[in-house]
């Protein structure tokens, strides 16, 4: 069969510039990282799982580390915290640690674990801890602000739990990532 055509090949689309990934969701596109990416068959046709991306990349450390060392911190130690991790607020507290020993100005510790079960409240469990808290007593408040902002600069949320008595500390608990 000299004149028999083959069957055309499907096309594959280009892989984005930018490493991400279009997943379409009903009429919408979303775009997401594709650091946690793999491809899943099911059925026949091809879907994407995508893990929740770090808060805190590795490629804003830098970034971070010199909003941080705008900070008065003087004698006040960092303490990054997480409660029951997962790999991505693991990854955060670590990338957040990293960038306070860069500053070469914070007292800074590593980050502290803590695994638990759920506490049972008046209301039923209450769920593990999410999102960034940094706790401060009155007179480091202000320094917990400059934290605050140094996130905020790197388009990271974090929240100011004042009047907690830190002594002479900023304790910075990572949370989960909200889903």
Known sequence: MPNAKRPKAPSIAPIPQDNSVH???????????????????IGGS???NCAPQPRIPNGNIDRLSAQLALCPSGSTTAIPNVVNPTG???RDAQNLA?????????SYSGVGH???GQDIGPDGTIPDPVGIHISSDTSHEPLAKCVKDALKSIGVE??????????NSLSILVGNASN
Do not use: L, Y
Request: aromatic letters at 4%; proline letters at 4%; glycine letters at 6%.
């Open 46 to 48: 091809s879907t994407v």
């Open 158 to 167: 974090s929240v100011v739990d004042p009047n907690q008595d830190q002594g």
């Open 114 to 116: 803590t695994i638990k």
């Open 23 to 41: 997943v379409e969701h009903g009429s919408k596109i979303e775009q997401q990282s594709s650091g946690d990416c793999s491809p899943n068959m």
């Open 88 to 90: 991505t607020a693991e």
């Open 98 to 106: 990293t960038a306070f020993a860069k500053t070469r100005t914070w």
